[in-house]
């Protein structure tokens, strides 16, 4: 596995615009995010490992030194009410799929990242107010290797040869900075492409309870889930779905 490179990261990218940096241990590319501040349009931290990763809903995210992906984008945000989590989860769904050509890749409410119906990323969106401003922190990792893996974790490992991590972030960063600017992906119609459960019936679990069960529909601009029950529809903001078979 190549070590994590600057150049590589920045290719064909506004070197002016993009303010990064690279560690090969941190606490957590989002709290790091969080701390700096950046006099350039964008900023970008990546790790090789972390020691306090930080999942969805307070869960620890496993961040060890295996070659994984560990990347916060942070930028002042503009966009007007836009999803940005799940825009990146169709993001790292088309690269991931455009890289390995593999039709094994999929996306569950709001935004893991699947393979194989297993979980191998995750994105932790958070905003911060500056005075007038919001800054948004994207959080991403993505695994390549994984030493335990839960039933349902998987890990890119099959397409070690063929996915190259700098590169990997570079497009993700790419494709990111695309979108603040211009906001002209379909990311709607991407994302129910990439949905490993639409049509499908899931259940909508909030903490350990589970306080729905319909068939899942497809999402709204804000980026919302609708959940079909008999005859009524029921919009969901919060929450996680599990289906049978996934997890
Ligand atoms: C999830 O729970 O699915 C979201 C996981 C997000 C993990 C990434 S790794 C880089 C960034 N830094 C963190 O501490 N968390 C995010």
Request: hydrophobic letters at 35%; glycine letters at 8%; a positive charge.
């Amino acid at each position: 596995m190549k070590e994590l490179n600057k150049k590589a990261i920045l290719k064909d990218l506004k070197e002016n615009d993009i303010d990064i940096r690279i560690f090969s241990s941190i606490d957590s590319t989002n709290n790091e995010c969080k701390r700096q501040c950046f006099d350039k349009k964008y900023l970008l931290i990546t790790a090789e490992e972390q020691t306090k990763g930080r999942g969805r809903s307070g869960k620890n995210w496993i961040s060890q030194k295996l070659g994984n992906v560990y990347m916060s984008f942070a930028f002042n945000n503009n966009l007007k009410n836009s999803p940005i989590s799940l825009i990146t989860g169709a993001i790292v769904h088309s690269i991931l799929t455009k890289i390995t050509k593999s039709k094994g890749f999929g996306l569950k409410w709001p935004n893991d990242i699947l393979l194989k119906n297993k979980k191998i990323g995750g994105i932790l969106v958070e905003n911060e107010i500056q005075g007038n401003k919001i800054k948004t922190i994207i959080g991403i990792g993505i695994n390549f290797n994984l030493e335990e893996k839960e039933s349902w974790w998987g890990d890119l490992s099959e397409f070690s040869k063929i996915i190259e991590r700098n590169n990997l972030i570079n497009g993700i960063t790419k494709n990111l900075i695309d979108y603040i600017e211009n906001e002209n992906l379909h990311w709607i119609d991407s994302w129910h492409y990439a949905c490993s459960h639409l049509n499908k019936k899931v259940k909508v679990n909030s903490g350990s309870k589970t306080i729905c069960e319909g068939i899942f529909i497809g999402i709204n601009d804000d980026g919302s889930m609708n959940i079909k029950l008999d005859d009524k529809i029921k919009n969901f903001k919060f929450g996680e779905v599990s289906i049978k078979g996934i997890y």
